[in-house]
């Protein structure tokens, strides 16, 4: 299984961006896909997830209400809409997969992951 990860960049607070996440090999055991994000200096932290399958999400208190994720399936792709973006949104973004249908924000429960993408939301 390989993701690879874009859409990042620099915006301003209060702007937004789009990641993408696109997914290709024997993906047919993926369900659970997610989103995290690692500051300097900070561990990796759960941004959201979602199911392939029902399309349930799962999101990060500090996200909630300014984050949305969805797929396509057909395009085997799991976009992050962020918006109202804040400086301390500002991370590596990661893309991760994992099998079976929980969700998990344990970052090690996850066992394929992107490269990352940077976003940077300046002040």
């Known amino acids: 299984v390989q993701l690879q990860a874009s859409g990042g960049g620099l915006v301003q607070a209060g702007g937004s961006l789009r990641l993408s996440c696109a997914t290709s090999?024997?993906?047919?055991?993926?369900?659970?896909m997610g989103w995290f994000r690692q500051a300097p200096g900070k561990e990796r932290e759960f941004v959201a997830a979602?199911?392939?399958?029902?399309?349930?999400?799962y999101y990060a208190d500090s996200v909630m209400g300014r984050f949305t994720i969805s797929r396509d399936n057909a395009k085997n792709t799991v976009y992050v809409q962020m918006n109202s973006l804040k400086p301390e949104d500002t991370a590596v973004y990661y893309c991760?997969?994992?099998?079976?249908?929980?969700?998990?924000?344990?970052?090690?429960?996850?066992?394929?992951w992107g490269q990352g993408t940077q976003v940077t939301v300046s002040s």
């Open positions: 991760a997969a994992r099998y079976g249908l929980q969700y998990s924000t344990n970052p090690n429960r996850y066992g394929y």
């Open positions: 090999g024997r993906t047919f055991n993926i369900d659970i």
């Open positions: 979602i199911s392939r399958s029902s399309g349930s999400t």
